[in-house]
């Protein structure tokens, strides 16, 4: 599948640009700026990191992981990293900030306020929440301290700096964090055990291969494990097995695709790599319980 990355909005002439490489990309329309003004309705991109959508007014409309979602001003959307992304519209008096963090920095930054970073995203990968007035002044203020940083020169404490205000940010959302980060099941089980490693290196290969490999026994042959082992470790640290698992990011792919209004169903069938159209549609309501068209009919809504 064709897709853009979502740095590209990062590429916007600006004075004074609020990007860390590899750490952490600032953006707002602020200033006569538009970085959205670069994305074409319904074109697909991927987005790395963890961002943080802040609409100040007006009104957003996107698609991530196949879901229809619209943010109005006063509102937060949040998504966590390797989500997909579908671009729809805009209203002319929307105002925002977008805060967009790296998983490495994210993760670090986690480790300092005692959450753990899960790469279980698809099923709880996007968040938007109303905003309070206390909020709305916090997202402004860590954005100007957070662009302070950024067009500094670099000094040895820089990151750790960032670090400090990124913790601030995260912490004045534990109400979004605790929902995106959140696991489908509570477990007792050890996220420092050797099975634990196993099943987010199964959502990593899943989430480059799933187009093409539908196969438990791949993912099992490429850890080295038997396929009954990784289903057991999949249920050990979430609801569903090594199949479901598979089944749900084909299912993210294939609503992606068909959020991209040039995309016929020929096409989508041919890139997903299904034999034709008739499995394609069995599979889709086998797992989501509707067919494609009744999903892309919701989509207009």
């Known amino acids: ?94 105002r925002f900030l977008v805060f967009m963090i790296y998983p490495d920095i994210l993760r670090k930054t986690l480790d300092d306020i005692y959450i753990n970073y899960d790469r279980t995203i698809h099923e709880q990968s996007f968040k938007v929440c109303d905003c309070t007035e206390e909020q709305m002044s916090m997202y402004q203020l860590m954005y100007t301290e957070l662009k302070r940083e950024c067009i500094r020169t670099d000094y040895e404490y820089k990151l750790i700096a960032v670090r400090s205000y990124l913790n601030a940010l995260l912490l004045n959302n534990m109400d979004i964090l605790n929902q995106s980060l959140s696991k489908s099941i509570d477990t007792n089980a050890s996220k420092t055990s050797r ?77 997903l790599q299904f034999q034709n159209l008739i499995s394609f549609n069995r599979f889709f309501k086998r797992i989501t319980g509707i067919t494609p068209k009744e999903y892309k009919k919701s989509l207009n809504k």
């Open 1 to 94: 599948m064709a897709r853009i990355s979502i740095e590209i909005l990062s590429q916007e002439p600006s004075d004074s640009k609020g990007v860390i490489p590899d750490e952490l990309i600032l953006l707002s329309n602020s200033g006569g700026n538009n970085p959205l003004s670069i994305l074409t309705p319904f074109e697909s991109f991927m987005i790395e990191q963890m961002v943080i959508f802040f609409v100040m007014q007006g009104k957003l409309k996107v698609i991530v992981n196949g879901n229809d979602i619209e943010v109005n001003g006063g509102q937060v959307f949040t998504t966590m990293p390797q989500s997909e992304g579908v671009f729809k519209s805009a209203s002319d008096d929307c």
């Open 195 to 271: 099975q634990y490693d196993l099943y987010q290196k199964f959502l990593d290969a899943l989430n480059r291969h799933c187009i093409k490999e539908r196969s438990v026994t791949f993912y099992a042959d490429l850890l080295h494990i038997t396929p009954k082992y990784l289903s057991y470790v999949c249920t050990l640290y979430s609801d569903k097995n090594a199949s479901q698992w598979i089944g749900e990011y084909v299912v993210h792919h294939a609503k992606t695709l068909m959020s991209v209004q040039h995309k016929s169903s020929a096409e989508i069938v041919e890139e």
